[in-house]
T-cell receptor
Framework: NAGVTQTPKFRILKIGQSMTLQCTQD?????MYWYRQDPGMGLKLIYY???????DKGEVPNGYNVSRSTTEDFPLRLELAAPSQTSVYFC?????????????FGDGTRLSIL | QQQVKQSPQSLIVQKGGISIINCAYE??????FPWYQQFPGKGPALLIA?????SEKKEGRFTISFNKSAKQFSLHIMDSQPGDSATYFC????????????FGKGTKLTVNP
């Protein structure tokens, strides 16, 4: 049981390049989230999904896209990388049902855009 | 708009001391208040959480105190240990639906031996 797996762990991009951050979970959780973490700024929600085929914007969606074709996978796409997107990206999952279930986080992708 | 304000930004405590981290929220619709612990190079992990129908929750050395009228909640770490050195985030959400978490900016705790 690997939990939440994020790949790659590190990546350096040039301005204008594109890439996809991968997130895979084996817990059969319906809810998945993408956050970015900047130093001293906490975690900010980029996009989230409540199930396969359903996605919605979070607090900071500009410059990103997502898709959710399966329960297991929730990739995050950067189309035209900008220096402002240098950050650590975390994927998280949560089971469904009532009552505030915890979010389970992956170990992140550290992305630098130069 | 920051909906959850966390302080202090950093905290240094001696081994055996008490660590206290405070958070305040604005949205009265929030009804779930978790604390996450993050070690360097790792993702955050749930430490302890509270609902607003109780004023305190204790799990081992970790206690959440909750003041609904003041819209404040705090994390107390008793008998702090060097292994507690990490970054702590408070958060808040509304039960039901997507249950999106709104995070504070984090507190870096250092416990000196």
């Amino acid at each position: 049981n690997a939990g939440v797996t994020q790949t790659p762990k590190f990546r350096i991009l040039k301005i204008g390049q594109s890439m996809t951050l991968q997130c895979t979970q084996d817990m059969n959780h319906n809810y998945m989230y993408w956050y970015r973490q900047d130093p001293g700024m906490g975690l900010k929600l980029i996009y989230y999904s409540v199930g396969a085929g359903i996605t919605d914007k979070g607090e900071v969606p500009n410059g990103y896209n997502v898709s959710r074709s399966t329960t297991e996978d929730f990739p995050l796409r950067l189309e035209l990388a900008a220096p402002s997107q240098t950050s650590v990206y975390f994927c998280a999952t949560r089971t469904g049902g009532l009552g505030n279930q915890p979010q389970h986080f992956g170990d992140g992708t550290r992305l630098s855009i130069l | 708009q920051q909906q959850v304000k966390q302080s202090p930004q950093s905290l240094i405590v001696q081994k055996g001391g008490i660590s206290i981290i405070n958070c305040a929220y604005e949205n009265t619709a929030f009804d779930y208040f978790p604390w996450y612990q993050q070690f360097p190079g790792k993702g955050p992990a749930l430490l302890i959480a509270i609902r607003p129908d109780v004023s305190e929750k204790k799990e081992g050395r970790f206690t959440i105190s909750f003041n609904k009228s003041a819209k404040q909640f705090s994390l107390h770490i008793m008998d702090s240990q060097p292994g507690d050195s990490a970054t702590y985030f408070c958060a808040a959400s509304i039960r039901g639906g997507s249950e999106k978490l709104v995070f504070g900016k984090g507190t870096k705790l250092t416990v000196n031996p």
